[in-house]
């Protein structure tokens, strides 16, 4: 079985603002190297992770926190061998880098501004390269990991705390109906 995750890191943003802003809530602290299919964390740098399981950290909702900030995602489809990375500058894509395994194991598509340091990993990726083996699926998850800091199940990966996510849950009078401003929002 593959891996097939997706992050997002936004730089500076504070958890409860976004977790307001996403209508989503904090339970229980989950180790990094078993993460659920949706998570937050704190790196002590000051990045704001969302971890999903699937692509939804590129989805309009996450790149929106981005507005003001520097971000970026990252997304890891083993069984296929895609991964892709983004940057972002207040809330619009600056760059993207592709790797495809369909359109060749030495595929890799870039657009944009990306950082420096793409260069120097696909190199070395390259370097490695050998029919058996796909390394250039790789190169979008460490250049992700140059910007922020992080990837996940990554050498580190453990420094940052992460909570298990889901909907926030509407707020109940004491009858146990849902409040005024929750049945006026639709949210009972």
């Not at 229980?28 to 964390?41: C, Q, S």
């Not at 309009?60 to 083993?78: K, M, N, P, Q, Y």
């Not at 060749?104 to 190199?123: F, K």
Request: hydrophobic letters at 40%.
């Amino acid at each position: 079985m593959g891996l097939s995750n997706s992050w997002i890191a936004i730089q500076g943003l504070d958890r409860a603002a976004a977790l307001e802003q996403l209508e989503l809530e904090t339970t229980i602290e989950v180790p990094p190297d078993n993460l659920p299919d949706f998570a937050v964390g704190e790196a002590p740098s000051g990045w704001l992770i969302f971890f999903t399981r699937g692509e939804e950290a590129f989805e309009d909702r996450f790149v929106a926190l981005s507005r003001g900030r520097t971000a970026v995602a990252c997304f890891e489809e083993e069984h296929v061998m895609h991964s892709e990375a983004r940057g972002y500058a207040d809330g619009v894509e600056t760059w993207r880098v592709v790797h495809e395994a369909e359109k060749g194991q030495r595929h890799l598509a870039v657009s944009g501004a990306a950082p420096e340091t793409l260069a120097a990993i696909r190199d070395r990726h390259e370097a490695k390269a050998d029919a058996d083996v796909d390394f250039i699926f790789e190169v979008p998850p460490d250049v992700a990991k140059t910007v922020c800091g992080w990837r996940f199940l990554d050498k580190g990966s453990d420094e940052v705390v992460f909570h298990e996510l889901r909907r926030r849950r509407p707020v109940r009078s004491p009858t146990g109906r849902p409040g005024f401003l929750a049945r006026l929002f639709g949210r009972g």
